[in-house]
């Protein structure tokens, strides 16, 4: 109970530390002090928030694996601050997108969505993430029942799938950080797809199985 509650503490100080400090250099920013922005903000303040909103999904990806390869409980139990904070810079990103980018020009984006495909995976990505977030309180957990919210929730996989895509299309040139972000995530899903592969097969071979069964039961009544 004092290590989950450790860990708890470890991981909301660390993913709260990007926001503070992006806080802090729009602060800097505002009195026209030095600050880390760079020549463009609104740019640095997009990257930034949507650098960490896919950490904080991977981390959260990957604490599933390590709880099962080490045989951990606590990594489950802190898997859903971690969703949290992924959706809070999701958030950030999309906010800082729409209100400096674009000023809240809806038709822009709009227009984005149209020409640019990289936004129309980022958007979609963070529509899974929204009914994650609403429903990641343990009221919800009991109102959908255990079995249904682990299926809703199994939305995180395209989530990461659609981000990664995100930020490749996004990338421009030969950029090997969107690359090695993609393949990670890559691994992640290949070894959730290992660990359900016996009972997809399970599913898939008990009706052919059944159907194999059915006619050659009537094969032999009609001999």
Known sequence: MV?????KILIFGLFSLPALWLLGQWGFYAMDAPHDLGFNPQEASNRFSGIWALRALIVALALGPVALMFRLTWPIQIRRMLGL??????????SSYLGLDLLGDMDAFWEDIKKRLYILFGL???LCLIPLALTSTKGWIKRLKARRWKQLHRLVYLAGILAALHYLYMAKGNQLEPKIYAAIITGLLLIRLWRLWPRIKRRTMKPIAQDITIKRDKAQARS
Request: glycine residues 6%.
């Open 3 to 7: 290590t989950v509650k450790l860990f």
């Open 85 to 94: 904070f992924a959706f809070f810079y999701a958030s950030l990103h999309l």
């Open 124 to 126: 979609g990505a963070f």
